[in-house]
């Protein structure tokens, strides 16, 4: 048990509105409460945080990498630690560390170093997003064409056998490399099932939706286009209610006119929701780095492949907030949502996302220009900027 404690002088974004006059007030771990001033007891120690703006913390739901470490090349409980720590200094509460196409070896370390990460409760850590390797050789993008494959029975056992140690568990996929039935088979035993890196139709898409799959992988990247004949997948994720999808806001893999028009498209009650994609090199001076044997070049906020092909994101999500509202001119609020409770709806993370009572204490102090102050993740201050 930990006593009470009050953060005052700040104004308080909830998820949903702006509150003046009031205290977020934490103990163990939770909110407690957030209380006009007026109405705060005497006797609880306060933090004053003037001028600040106190926002719910950042949940991040594909990460590749950070602070220099891949997960697909240190897929250990510390790799995770330090992933984790490279992202709270830019405001992420809880991420999914991204294990990207590999071979089974790798996969299976992944899924240990993750359950020891679940098990001790590592801060910032919420669960694991495979992604790959059944997904579509013709949009593979950086994915190692050599290991992507189709799921088998064994593989579909073995992701269910595995379900419910390591946390939320967020799977990518191609209708190309698993049938409907696998997707149904694991929307039930608990995983979120994403659709992603692939090249089908918008119909095909959809159904696989009503089979069981909640969500697309990075809007237009590595799926079929939205066309005037043939909507694609990019079109089955805008035009349905119960696909939420990722979005990498930084300014490459998506223009942002797109950006523009697909989040004036989407349709409800799902939502577009912001990721990073990062990898090893966020919180780095890092030139670049390895997947799969094959070099990665880092050069005016880009990753690439030497053929140029993009290879994950070099962004924090916090500079994809940033991106939003002052690029596409988005309300601050709507920009915070995006990276805050849209994700948390997307996983299922029913105590994230929002500052009310009786959610996580995961939260983010920033200035007026949103410049971090300060992160805090189940209450304690993680990261000082």
């Known amino acids: 048990m930990t006593a009470p404690l009050a953060l005052t002088g700040a104004r308080i974004f909830t998820g949903e509105t702006f509150l003046e006059g009031h205290a977020l007030v934490i103990e163990d771990g939770r909110v407690l409460a957030l209380q006009p001033l007026g109405e705060l007891a005497p006797d609880v120690p306060r933090l004053p945080v003037d001028g600040q703006i106190i926002v719910p ?9 950070g602070g220099g470490v891949l997960l697909n090349n240190d897929p250990s409980e510390e790799g995770i630690r330090r992933i984790c720590a490279a992202h709270a200094r830019f405001g992420t509460t809880a991420l999914l560390p991204t294990l990207i196409t590999d071979g089974p070896d790798i996969k299976t370390q992944a899924i240990e ?3 020891a990460a679940f098990a001790h409760r590592m801060p910032g850590y919420l669960g694991l997003h495979l992604e790959g390797p059944h997904l579509s050789k013709a949009r593979k993008g950086t994915h190692d064409p050599d290991l992507i494959r189709p799921m088998e029975e064994a593989d579909l056992e073995r992701l269910i056998g595995s379900f419910g140690r390591f946390g939320k568990a967020l ?6 490399s698993v049938t409907q ?8 035993a608990g995983y979120i099932v994403s659709l992603g890196h692939s090249d089908v139709t918008c119909d095909i898409a959809l159904s696989y939706a009503e089979a069981g799959a909640s969500m697309l992988t990075h809007l237009f990247n590595a799926m079929s286009p939205l066309t005037h004949r043939e909507p694609g997948m990019v079109g089955a994720g805008l035009s349905s209610g119960s696909l939420h999808c990722g979005l990498i806001a930084d300014g490459f893999h998506v223009d ?3 950006m523009g028009i697909a989040l004036r498209a989407k349709t409800g009650p799902a939502h577009i929701f912001l990721v990073t994609d990062a990898m090893s090199t966020i919180g780095t001076d890092d030139t670049g780095l390895i997947l799969n044997g094959r ?5 005016g906020g880009r990753l690439t492949l030497a053929d140029g092909t993009l290879a994950g994101a070099d962004i924090d999500m916090l500079s994809c907030v940033r991106y939003v509202h002052e690029t596409l001119g988005l309300p601050l609020e709507e920009a915070l949502r995006m990276a805050s409770a849209y994700p948390a709806e997307a996983i299922g993370a029913m105590t994230k996302g929002h500052l009310s009572a009786g959610y996580d204490a995961d939260f983010v102090l920033l200035s007026p220009d949103l410049t971090l102050h300060s992160t ?3 209450g304690v201050s993680v990261h000082q900027a």
């Open 57 to 65: 913390g950042f949940i991040d739901l594909q990460v590749n990498g």
């Open 113 to 115: 170093a993750g359950t």
């Open 171 to 176: 799977i990518t996929v191609a209708p190309e």
């Open 181 to 188: 039935a696998q997707v149904t088979a694991l929307a039930t």
């Open 256 to 258: 942002p006119v797109a």
């Open 295 to 299: 070099q990665i070049y880092r050069h």
């Open 376 to 378: 805090w993740i189940g």
